[in-house]
């Protein structure tokens, strides 16, 4: 049998979060605007069958496929958001669920630390990141979910609410986290933003 995890719609790839997921994508890299879908489930291996079904169906492109032991996670897009959807729906027929049944997201942190000195930021700059790089003086934005995949819809809606800078975007493993800066006003608003799309995630 297989669970669904996460199940997330997103109708329009923000341009910045577009551009984070190509430097980790190893499939057909998405561009802004795409329409995309991340689906999570247990056990991993069943992804690939998934994958098979959604690619054969319909014009979605697969832009990244993570198969762990516990987890498997896809993520397709395409221009076209029927495509998106139609993989969807063919997808949760073949796993005879409904979105609906894909797992609650938790907050397992969220934080706001503001202007944050020049030692700590030239920290976080040098860790593993593939986003922006974060400056002194800024104020930051962490965010923890479980499932992991949720928070790139978090993301993405932070990003259209805000001109702010994404600096990480972890979505597989057991817990996804987003990391963004900006001024303070800024990632106020995109925190509220991010928190209210973790609180009423997207679906079909």
């Known amino acids: 049998m297989i669970s669904l995890r996460t199940y997330v719609y997103i109708d329009s790839l923000q341009p910045q979060l577009a551009e984070y997921m190509a430097t980790v994508s190893q499939g057909f890299l998405p561009i802004p605007g795409d329409a995309c879908l991340w689906i999570e489930v247990e056990p991993g291996m069943a992804v690939h069958r998934l ?5 054969k169906a319909t014009r979605v492109h697969l832009a990244q496929q993570v198969v762990e032991r516990a987890y498997g996670s896809m993520v397709i897009h395409q221009r076209d958001q029927s495509d998106v959807r139609e993989a969807g729906r063919l997808l949760l027929n073949r796993m005879n669920a409904t979105q609906d049944d894909r797992q609650s997201c938790r907050i397992a942190w969220k934080e706001i630390i503001r202007g944050m000195t020049p030692d700590h930021t030239v920290l976080i700059n040098r860790q593993d990141r593939r986003g922006s790089m974060i400056l002194p003086g800024q104020s930051m934005f962490i965010l923890e979910t479980e499932p992991a995949g949720y928070i790139v ?25 987003l990391t963004l800066a900006g001024r303070e006003g800024d990632v106020d608003e995109a925190a509220a933003a991010a928190i209210a799309a973790i609180e009423n995630p997207s679906g079909t």
């Open 51 to 55: 994958t098979d079904i959604a690619l």
């Open 153 to 177: 819809y978090a993301a993405n809606q932070a990003e259209k609410a805000a001109n702010i800078t994404l600096i990480d975007v972890r979505a597989v493993g057991a817990y996804g986290r």
